[in-house]
């Protein structure tokens, strides 16, 4: 069982920078492809960065690609999401979660294993 403790939100002006970390325990942390999500008020989950278990691939959501930058440290068990250019649309609550997917990190949720309890991010204009 692998537990996940975001940490790093807060708030923030448009076009200020934020990272979140992701501190895993409980589980060989290396094992795990990591994957970022946020869900703002009213909508559903939404994919927005995810690492392969060795760190050496990253994928990411059309909206963050160029502003966000994921990254781990599997000797620290941390997964990291460095946040820059926010935008009031960035606006949400992220999750990290780990998948034990055998093939490519999934941008869908339902393939992750285990979640944190989130982290609030708010951008303000």
């Known amino acids: 069982q692998v537990q996940l403790v975001e940490s790093g939100g807060g708030l923030v002006q448009a076009g200020g920078s934020l990272r979140l970390s992701c501190a895993a325990s409980?589980?060989?942390?290396?094992?795990?492809?990591m994957g970022w999500f946020r869900q703002a008020p009213g909508k559903e989950r939404e994919f927005v960065a995810a690492?392969?278990?060795?760190?050496?691939?990253?994928y990411y959501a059309d909206s963050v690609k160029g502003r966000f930058t994921i990254s781990r440290d599997n000797a620290k068990n941390t997964v990291y999401l460095q946040m820059n250019s926010l935008k009031p649309e960035d606006t949400a609550v992220y999750y990290c979660?780990?998948?034990?997917?055998?093939?490519?990190?999934?941008?869908?949720?339902?393939?992750?294993?285990?979640w944190g309890q989130g982290t609030q991010v708010t951008v303000s204009s």
């Open positions: 690492i392969r278990w060795s760190g050496g691939t990253t």
């Open positions: 979660a780990a998948s034990r997917s055998l093939y490519t990190p999934p941008r869908s949720s339902y393939e992750y294993n285990y």
């Open positions: 409980g589980g060989t942390f290396s094992y795990y492809h």
